[in-house]
């Protein structure tokens, strides 16, 4: 079955109820497929209609959150749009449908190559769950025009693909430039800073490519000002989340220590749902994001307090030089979780 863009393979989801038996069973979309999730459930409670469909109306952002922690006992089967899997030890079963999308990456590549310098020889490809079912495609459109093609695995991702949070396949390219493959300016952000290279979004959902140099000069400018302004701050407060993917316990225990070292008052804040509004009751001057790295970049006009990653607070306490700025990552290791 296909809704709006995406493949939502009911097919596969209806034969793993079947499979395992499962008489209860909760749908996790993320916050950009939510509008599917009454078809997506209608279609699968027409087939199996003995089958309990649920739901999960919380925010979901990533592979990170699984809804599997808060379930009780009832459920049997938990159904993850849109994500890979994380190597994170799960309550109960859970079966991930990454949703890919059904647009044409053709087009946006040819048109990214049209904007290559005469001297480009090599090209480095990256791009995310939602296209990565198209990575041949994007290797041979690329190749067709002569160019040679880079990819890597990474550490927890598959060949050619970034998350948000994790930029390792991208890390130790030799290549003249990147293009991504993908909608939004984050991930190319990311790539933009851990490669130093000139990167070109190539966007499957409007069929063009764009440089990504301007907003990544914007984003550095705003990241710069939040850093001066922390400069000021005399206590922070360290955010430590309690999803499972996103739960970096011994980071936040190492920030607190560090700040207090240099003479700062330093709390710990333990939060689920991470929200400009849930921090006002905090009497401290600035906090440090050790939950999704994405939060303190891509929502940072949302705080009135500076939020910081953790290397953007080393270079607040002098630990760090400002020509060291690097994204944040969260690489899980098999053996963490
Ligand atoms: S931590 Fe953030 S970037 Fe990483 S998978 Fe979760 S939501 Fe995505």
Not at 323 to 328: G, L, P, R, S, T
Request: glycine share 6%; with cysteine; hydrophobic share 40%.
């Amino acid at each position: 079955m296909a809704t709006l863009n995406y493949d939502y393979k009911i097919d596969v989801i209806i034969d793993k109820i079947k499979k395992i038996d499962a008489t209860n069973v909760i749908l996790q979309f993320p916050e950009g497929l939510k509008s599917d999730a009454v078809s997506v459930s209608n279609t699968i409670q027409k087939e199996l209609p003995d089958v309990n469909i649920i739901i999960d109306a919380d925010p979901c952002f990533g592979a990170c959150d699984l809804a599997d922690i808060k379930v009780n006992k009832h459920i049997d089967l938990v159904v993850h749009f849109a994500h890979t899997p994380l190597p994170i030890r799960t309550d109960c079963p859970v079966l991930f449908i990454e949703a890919h999308s059904t647009a044409d990456v053709e087009a946006p590549i040819i048109d990214a190559l049209s904007k290559l310098d005469d001297d480009v020889k090599t090209v480095g490809l990256v791009t995310t769950t939602q296209h990565i079912h198209k990575i041949d495609e994007m290797i041979k459109t690329i190749r067709d025009r002569g160019y040679d093609v880079k990819l890597d695995n990474g550490q927890g991702t598959g060949k050619g693909q970034v998350l948000g949070c994790n930029f390792t396949s991208i890390k130790n390219l030799d290549v003249d430039v990147v293009i991504y493959v993908g909608s939004g300016d984050f991930h190319a952000l990311g790539v933009k800073l851990f490669t130093n290279k000139k990167v070109v979004v190539a966007d499957p959902f409007i069929g063009k490519s764009r440089d990504i140099e301007e907003f990544a000069d914007k984003i550095i400018r705003v990241r710069f000002a939040r850093i001066t302004k922390a400069g000021d701050a005399k206590s922070f407060g360290i955010i430590m989340s309690s999803k499972k993917g996103q739960l970096r316990f011994d980071l936040a225990l190492k920030l607190k220590e560090m700040i207090r070292q240099q003479g700062y008052e330093a709390q710990i804040l333990n939060m689920d749902y991470i929200s400009p509004d849930l921090l006002l009751p905090y009497n401290l001057d600035a906090f440090v994001m050790t939950a999704c790295p994405r939060i303190a970049i891509d929502d940072s006009a949302m705080y009135k307090k500076p939020v910081l990653t953790p290397q953007e607070l080393e270079i607040v306490l002098g630990l760090r030089d400002w020509d060291d700025y690097m994204m944040d990552e969260i690489i899980i290791h098999d053996e963490q979780l």
